[in-house]
């Protein structure tokens, strides 16, 4: 798939993720976080990896739960309650992204401050 200039912070894509061990990788939802410009200019992008396992969200400062029983959650394309982990940031080749979803409210990304306005860039500077 052709990406240049097609991916802005806060899209929600799937792509292949690798396992920690770097034992193979598993298709899975993604927060692109790099900034616009970026993203137009490098052919690589920094995500936060997107898990359906939300128990840690609660108690984790660096995770962000999205309810998709919400008209917020709903928004984001996810299937399944998800939560946004902050702490579990990639860098990744835009051209392996395999499907871009639909963008999430502003309430997660901030799109017009900049990152570190955002309720991600918030959980983003906890992750560091």
């Given at each position: 798939m052709?990406?240049?200039?097609?991916?802005?912070?806060?899209?929600?894509v799937l792509l292949p993720i690798a396992f920690?061990?770097?034992?193979?990788?598993?298709?899975?939802?993604?927060?692109?976080?790099?900034?616009?410009?970026?993203?137009?200019r490098l052919q690589s992008?920094?995500?936060?990896?997107?898990?359906?396992?939300?128990s840690r969200a609660v108690n984790e400062p660096t995770q962000l739960l999205i309810d998709i029983a919400t008209l917020d959650g709903q928004q984001t394309g996810l299937l399944r309650n998800s939560t946004i982990k902050c702490e579990h940031i990639?860098?990744?080749?835009?051209?392996?992204?395999?499907?871009?979803?639909?963008?999430?409210?502003?309430?997660?990304?901030?799109?017009?401050?900049?990152l570190s306005e955002s309720r991600i860039g918030n959980w983003l500077e906890l992750g560091t």
């Open positions: 052709s990406t240049s200039g097609k991916y802005l912070r806060g899209d929600i920690v061990s770097g034992r193979g990788t598993k298709s899975r939802p993604a927060v692109i976080v790099q900034s616009d410009s970026l993203n137009v992008t920094l995500i936060a990896v997107v898990t359906t396992n939300t990639d860098t990744v080749d835009q051209r392996d992204i395999v499907k871009k979803n639909r963008r999430p409210p502003c309430r997660f990304i901030g799109e017009a401050g900049g």
